[in-house]
C-alpha cells in the first residue's frame, strides 16, 4: 500500500483523515479529514505532520474563548492586533501566512500571552489609532524589534524599503516621488500591480525630467 493512500483513517490532533482529494507529491496531496467536534476540513499532509492543521478550526475558537474570558479584553483593538500578529505567524490558513510564518517570522516567547504583550505595549505608547510595525522587516516579532507607528509612516517606511532602479540609478519610491512631484503612493501603487521598473517611469515621463534638471 503506497504512503498516501496508508494515510486514511490516520489522526492528527482532532482530525481524521478520511479521503484523498488532490493527489500530487507525497507531502503536498490534500485530504479531507473530519474533526473530534464534527466538522469537516482540507489539509495537505506536510501541515498535518508539521502540527500546522490540528482541528477543523475548532480548537482555534476555543482557545480564543478561553483568553476572551481569562482577559476580559475581547473584541478591542489591542486583542485583535494579538490574535492577527499570532495568526499570520503560525497559521498556514492565513491569507498573510506566505509573507509571515512562511518566511520563518515568528512572535517572540516573551509575547506568548496576551497580558505579556499587553504590558508592553501599554509601556510602549500604544493608542487604537496605531500600529505594530517590525523595525526589521526580516526580524521577528519581538519587544526589541517593534514599535507602535501611525498607518502612514508604516506606507512610508514601506516606500522607503522599494528601490527603482532607472537609466543606471537606484532610489526608493519616496525619492522618485520628490523629484517627478507626485504621491509616492502612485508609484508604489504601480510597483505592487507587477509593472516593470522602466515601464513606471516612462509613464511619469521621468527622462524628460531629468533632462530638465540637468539642463536647469
Known sequence: MSEKADMIGKRFGRLTITKLLEDGDTNHCKFLCSCDCGGVTVASLANLKRGHTKSCGCLQKEMTSKANMRHGDANTSLWRRYKHMQWRCSNPNSP??????????????????????????????????????????????????CRWITLEQQQSNRRDSVFIMFNGEQKTVSQWARIIGVNPNKIYYLKRKGISDDEIMRHFDIASILEDMRND
Open 96 to 145: 498573510d501566512y506566505k509573507n509571515y510564518g512562511g518566511r520563518g517570522i515568528k512572535v517572540s516567547r516573551e509575547w506568548d500571552t496576551y497580558e505579556k504583550f499587553k504590558a508592553w505595549a501599554l509601556l510602549n505608547g500604544y493608542r487604537d489609532d496605531l500600529t505594530i510595525d517590525r523595525i526589521d522587516v526580516n526580524g521577528d516579532y519581538e519587544p526589541s524589534n
